[in-house]
């Protein structure tokens, strides 16, 4: 479906045109037209690829999706792949925008998702004298926006292990719980990571080193693009290193706790133990035994476990076992 079809002159709006008026307007100088589309079918690429000279394993690859983040040069053209991420129902949700841009052409492609690029437009047009470097800028603006969503993102992950955190340590948290949270949030974590990287190792190339032709008057633009995803993946790594270690803690935490039980389980069956030992010896049936003679010999054997009971509880209880 197409979103809008509208055609540049130095740095200004001209208007929104009809895609049988493209091919006048990129043949214009100083002109460059800017579409956009949300889930195309492959009939729709057929007109875009003849007018704007779309390579097929571009096309091919924006139609099929499921690509890694990258930049690809073909010819004056770039073909830029990238993720667009969604939260919802505590879920991560992958959408995709692929951007075509060549000397006098932008063509957007978003699919599976919801987010628009309707500011994006609106700011270029607002900054003429930057829009008039053309579809390098346009493409900039558009990755720039994607790079942008990435950072509430990180911060809503950080946020949600701050609040795993602190409950490692309350008595009544359920560890497993704990676990099951960390895992899932690690998993979100990783998704933001996959979206993030590759995406910083091909920005490299549109300011540094052999930088295409189209980007040659906007490097610093892209080197800018290139800090704010170095930053996101700085944070994504320092989540993830922390989500490990939470995890390692909250394992920890579990064992001790389990140590403690084993510790006072083991305490009792010793003082048990002490007790049976001395009802064993006075319940076994030998008739030449001393104590049997003893008027005080039940209370006096009574005495002696309760005695014997007593100190280990209080040697146990010192010791904080029990």
Known sequence: MIVNCVAYREGRKLGDINTSEIADYVNKPDCFVWVALSDPEPREFEIFQDVFDLHELA??????GQQRPKVEEYGAALFVFMRVLDIEEDEIREGEVAVFAGPNYVLSVRK?????????????????????????????????????????????FEEE?????????????????????LYQLKRKVMTLKHAVTPLAEATVHLFGGRVPVL????????????DHLHRIEMAVDTIRETIITAIQVNLSVVAIDEGEVHKALAAWAAIFAMATILAGIWGMNFEHMPELDWKL??????????????????????????
């Open 297 to 322: 010999g039940y209370p006096l054997a009574l005495g002696l476990m309760g005695v014997a009971c007593g100190g280990l509880y209080y040697r146990f209880r010192k010791a904080g076992w029990l």
């Open 215 to 226: 980007c040659a008057n906007t490097q610093e633009y892209y080197r800018d693009v290139y």
């Open 161 to 181: 292990l701050e609040t795993i955190e602190e409950q490692i340590f309350t008595k009544d948290a359920a560890a497993r719980t704990n676990i099951e949270r």
């Open 59 to 64: 096309i091919e690859d924006a139609l099929h």
């Open 112 to 156: 599976h998702t919801q987010q628009g690029f309707a500011e994006v437009r609106s700011r270029c047009e607002r900054e003429p004298d930057l829009l008039e470097q053309g579809p390098s800028f346009v493409l900039y603006a558009l990755m720039d926006a994607i790079v942008d969503r990435y950072f509430p993102m990180a911060e809503a």
